[in-house]
């Protein structure tokens, strides 16, 4: 059953991929955008990391698309006409295409997949209660500074972009 | 989860440990907090309140040494304190005291917010100190990804002027590739090394023990060796080495001068920290890493050096030298294999190069008209005619990088040379010192420049007499400068108490 609800899910992470690329109305790609995160985060709840597909809905599917939303419609972005493509876009689509699939090859033909590895390590982050055990624990001063780092961009973007009076002082 | 194995990990969080980071950190906040309450004329206290703090930070980080309960591990493994770690801390908090002087000198001439710019300083330098001792993948990113979104922020606070913030946006597009090779690498040694089917894994293989243990159990490894090369890649870029260096000229042109004179030393020393720390972490990968790294010293050296004649421009010279100035430090730490004492000499070239840049820059800040970024070799004529002081303080920075014998430079370079000597790396050795004689040639355009009558149309001659913009040297400024000068004259005559700090005595 779980096998059918990958399946399921996975296609339409790649259709809804594929559309990204392909289709012209930016508004259009964005919510296809919207579509691959939410199969991802169904195929998280499949593999029982409830936390990271929880986190992937409110971060990914909401608020960093709303974020390309808005930039889209702020910037007018129209539909664009088919541009020639440039040989460097020919190089860098066939080596992508290379390594997916090397990439693919590799994991075909790995046996260490097919086989259950005896014993995995409870992953921590795959639900909420160990996470946070981590996080306030182990990871307390990396998150402490990640509160730095926050605080500094949001200064910066402050500073670099309020609207100044001759003196200097902000509006 | 086991509580008694948690409670015992949130026993090793010791944050006295920590204690100049978080005096800066709180002395960052403190500095937003007095802007909303001192009434606007008495804002200009706010940036002397910023040095006196690092000050006295500086000096409770000197004078309280290191006691046994400051060495070891603490934070479940995320931080190692050491003697290298201790000697970062000291030199990253002497660049921002430099820099936080070299700001109030540039932002004086500018109408823009002026407390963010040392807010900002503040939170960088203490990101650069929790990045020397870092232990662990995961706080070595996050303190560097923090040095780096302030160094952003930094490099395009000139928004009034248009090239800073085109240097904003270069910074930022090759900043954010330079982490996402660093994080890929990152990832890769994660996933190699906790693979339960191989040797020597193990749950956290993002601890730099678990990691070095695991590599010296399977040094053959694909994913663990493509691992370390990203790894060396994205620290590459920060020290900027040879094929990762095209951001420097651009970035160091247009950013403000204290942000160029932070970007020269605290970023290339914080890369220089990183690399140190995980070369001894790949010691074990160490027949791949050291041919590469010589390879690179050696183009760098190279590369560095010839890019620099040319150059007209001053900012891009310093940034163009100080990447040759890379190449060398390279190689003290390519020594370093061998020759025990190598990495010692790398901190005593690394703490000679922040004197004499800190010189240099001082001069530049000093002189800079209202466009900082266009300071040409054109703008020094004259310089120690019209400006004695500024012109000595110029000809001792610039020699000492250029290595002349009785600066610190030259002592500097002196010991990374006979570690390399030591160590057996006479092809290197070679190309350093070739590197060095192509460098006098451009260091010394700079004095000439400065020192020589420049010949100009007769119409001109008016101009040339008058005082140079933005001269007025304080008592602060002098005593800056002074600090600087006689530090780096001190040092190469007589090395005994730094390096006796360095070596850990």
Redesign the interface.
Known sequence: MTDVFFYIFSTVALAAGIGVVLSRNTVNGAMFLIGTFLSMAAIFVLLEAYFLAVIQVLVYAGAVMVLFLFIIMLLDVRESAAKKTSVYTWVASVIGLAILIVGTASIVSAD?IKTK?????EPSGASL??FG?EL???????MQ??G??L???M??V???S?K?N?????K | ?PTEY?QQ??ES?SWGA?GPELGL?ILALLL?GLEILLP?VAHSVIPRIAVIGQLAILASLLWGGMSDATVGEA??G??RFDETGQIFRIFFLITSVFVSYLGMVSLDR?????I??F??LL??T??LM?LAQANHF??LF??L??AT??F??LV??F?DTVVSLEAGLKYLIMGALSSAILLFGIVLLYGAG?N??LMGSS?DPMNFGNLSRFLSANPADTLGLLGMLLVLSGIAFKIGAFPFQIWVPDVYQGAPIPTTALLAIGSKAAGFAMLMRLVDVFSPLGDWIYPLLSALAALTILFGNLAALTQRNLKRLMGLSGVSHAGFLMLGVIASRTVEWASTAVMFYLFAYLLASIAVFAVLAHIEGTSDSELSLDDLGDLAKRNGFLGLALAVGIGSLAGIPPLAGFIGKLLIFVAAFQAEHYGLLGVAVVGVVISIYYYFGVIKAAFFEAWRFSEDEEQGEEPIPGARLGFFGKLAIVAVVAGTIIIGFYQGPLSSLLAGG
């Open positions: 260490s590895a005896a014993a995995l390590p209660k160990p055990y306030f624990t182990t990871y307390l001063l990396p500074v990640t730095f780092l605080l500094i961009a200064i910066g402050i500073a670099l309020k100044l001759t003196d200097g002082s902000a | 989860m948690l990990i949130a969080n920590i950190g937003l606007k934070f479940g995320m931080i500018k109408t823009l917010p002026q963010e710019y807010h900002i939170v960088v203490a990101a929790l995961v706080m996050v303190a990804e923090t979104v302030g952003y922020i395009s606070y928004r906790s339960p089917a749950t």
